[in-house]
């Protein structure tokens, strides 16, 4: 059984910075396109920034210049480096992982982790 477990979240002030981590079980995780995903309350979620098994970043506009995703292959994790956090960077984040194989995709989530960025 595939399983992804965040942690790192917390209650940070504007301009500081947060690490969330994102540990994978169960799978081939080398072989897997990671992200990391928003959702603010009453918005819908958005990608905030992915990483291909190839190590190829990719980053929302919103966030570029301050957030730096990155994985770890030998020990089953990702990373969301965050700095310069801002109010509006407050959201619950779900780590996912994403293969296509042929016709089949995979497609799995973390359980979310509370950032909250607030005086």
Not at 20 to 28: E, F, R, V
Not at 32 to 40: D, E, L, P, V
Not at 61 to 68: A, E, I, M, P
Not at 98 to 114: E, N, V
């Given at each position: ?30 072989a ?9 309350p ?14 190829r970043?990719?980053?929302v ?8 995703i ?6 089953n ?8 956090l801002?109010?509006?960077d407050?959201g619950?984040?779900y780590c ?19 950032v909250?960025?607030?005086?």
């Open positions: 059984q595939v399983q992804l477990v965040e942690s790192g979240g917390g209650l940070v002030q504007p301009g500081g910075s947060l690490r969330l981590s994102c540990a994978t079980s169960g799978t081939i995780f080398s897997y396109a990671m992200g990391w995903y928003r959702q603010a009453g918005k819908q979620r958005e990608l905030v920034a992915g990483i291909t098994s190839g190590g970043t990719n980053y506009d919103s966030v570029k210049g301050r957030f730096t990155s994985r770890d292959n030998a020990k994790t990702v990373y969301l480096q965050m700095n310069s801002k109010p509006e407050t619950v984040y996912n992982a994403k293969k296509t194989m042929g016709w089949a995709s995979y497609d799995y989530w973390g359980q979310g982790t509370q909250t960025v607030s005086s």
